[in-house]
């Protein structure tokens, strides 16, 4: 019989993965997803009124 694969990542990977996640999407309350959501609700606004 064979043995089944363990699901589990190493403390390594998991810190890869989570750093990888914050590049694409930073943490809520920081200053660059602030600025971000920002810029967006600007550009939203300037369409909605053309």
């Known amino acids: 019989m064979t ?3 363990p699901n589990t990542i190493t403390d390594q990977q998991m810190a890869d993965l ?3 996640a ?3 999407a930073p943490p809520l309350l920081s200053n660059e997803a602030t600025r971000r959501r920002l810029a ?3 550009q939203q ?3 909605d009124r053309s």
């Open 45 to 47: 606004a300037k369409a």
């Open 3 to 5: 043995r089944p694969v």
């Open 22 to 24: 914050e590049k694409v």
């Open 18 to 20: 989570r750093r990888r």
């Open 40 to 42: 967006s609700s600007a």
